[in-house]
C-alpha cells in the first residue's frame, strides 16, 4: 500500500484535467488505487435506479475520484500550491511547506512554528558571527600589507644611503 502525501481535510489545487485551478476540500482519500475524491471537482452525472419504494431513482450527480497526481496541497499559512517535505519533530513525522516551512499537519502547527523560529534566530546569530570573523581577517591582511610595505621602504633607503657613501 502506498502512501500519499494528501489527506482527509486538507484544501489541494487541482493543477492538471478539466477541472484545473479549481481549489477545494479533499474528502476522501484512496492509497491503493491513489485516487483522491475532491469537494465538487469531477462531477459527473450517475443515473440511479430505484431499489425501494422509499427511495428514488433518478439523475444524481456526485464527485468522482481524480488521480493524486493532479493535485497540490495549499498551504494553510502563504496560501500557495505547494510540494510536501517531511520532518521529524519529538519524534513524530510531519508534513512541511516546502516554500515557507509550515506544517501542513493541524496537530504539530504550533511546535513547528516555535522551531521554524529558533532556527531563524541560531542562523541569524551565526551569521553575524561570521561577518565579524571576516571583518576581523580583513583587517590583519590591511595591517600586514602595510608593515611589509614600510619594511620595503627602509631596505630601499638604507642601500640608496650605503651607495651614496661609497
Known amino acids: 500500500m502506498a502512501?500519499?502525501?494528501v489527506k482527509k481535510g486538507d484544501t489541494v489545487v487541482v493543477i492538471a484535467g478539466k477541472e484545473k485551478g479549481k481549489t477545494a476540500k479533499v474528502l476522501g482519500v484512496s492509497p491503493k488505487t491513489n485516487k483522491v475524491l475532491v469537494e465538487n471537482v469531477n462531477v459527473v452525472t450517475?443515473?440511479?435506479r430505484r431499489k425501494s419504494q422509499e427511495d428514488k431513482g433518478g439523475i444524481i450527480k456526485k464527485s468522482a475520484p481524480l488521480?493524486?497526481?493532479n493535485v497540490m496541497v495549499v498551504c494553510p499559512d502563504c496560501g500557495k500550491a505547494t510540494r510536501v517535505a517531511h520532518k521529524e519533530i519529538e519524534g513524530k513525522k510531519v508534513r512541511v511547506c516546502k516554500k515557507c516551512g509550515a506544517s501542513l499537519d493541524k496537530a504539530m502547527a504550533k511546535t513547528v512554528k516555535k522551531l521554524a523560529k529558533q532556527e531563524k534566530k541560531s542562523s541569524a546569530k551565526e551569521e553575524k558571527s561570521t561577518q565579524a570573523k571576516?571583518?576581523?581577517t580583513k583587517t590583519e591582511?590591511?595591517?600586514t600589507t602595510k608593515k611589509a610595505s614600510t619594511t620595503a621602504k627602509k631596505s630601499t633607503t638604507k642601500k640608496e644611503v650605503v651607495k651614496e657613501e661609497e
Request: aromatic residues 6%; hydrophobic residues 25%.
Open 3 to 5: 502512501k500519499l502525501f
Open 46 to 48: 450517475k443515473h440511479q
Open 67 to 69: 488521480c493524486a497526481s
Open 134 to 136: 571576516v571583518e576581523g
Open 141 to 143: 591582511k590591511k595591517t
